[in-house]
């Protein structure tokens, strides 16, 4: 997972509106918030005065055709995603520069 560096990595500035959604409601709202078709475990839209995120709950997750990695969300995976989303909220550009890749619970 990509984590950001440091410079984006604090508690949110702005008030943070989390949403804990299904698997598939993150990837029907996630793909709605953001125009493309994309697997995510959570996604996150900035506001000037407030921020929403996203998470997939925590669970099991069908692995699709031809992603050769385990999509479980562990109570690691979604703390991680929400630091993540936390930080795109701080100004993280979603290009994520300076991230810093680390493997969450034994996420491949
Ligand atoms: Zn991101």
Redesign the pocket.
């Known amino acids: 997972m990509?984590m950001p560096p440091p410079d984006y990595d604090y508690p949110p500035v702005i008030p943070v509106i989390e949403h804990v959604l299904s698997w598939e409601e993150i990837q029907r709202r996630c793909n709605i918030v953001f125009g493309t078709q994309q697997l995510r475990r959570g996604c996150s839209l900035r506001w000037p005065d407030r921020c929403e995120i996203w998470l997939s709950q925590v669970g099991f997750v069908p692995k699709p055709v031809g992603i050769n990695r385990d999509l479980r969300i562990t109570e690691k995976v979604q703390a991680a995603v929400r630091r993540?989303e936390i930080a795109?909220c701080n100004g993280w550009p979603?290009d994520?520069p300076g991230a810093i890749n680390k493997h969450v619970d034994g996420e491949r």
Do not use: A, E, T
């Open positions: 990509l993540h795109h979603s994520h």
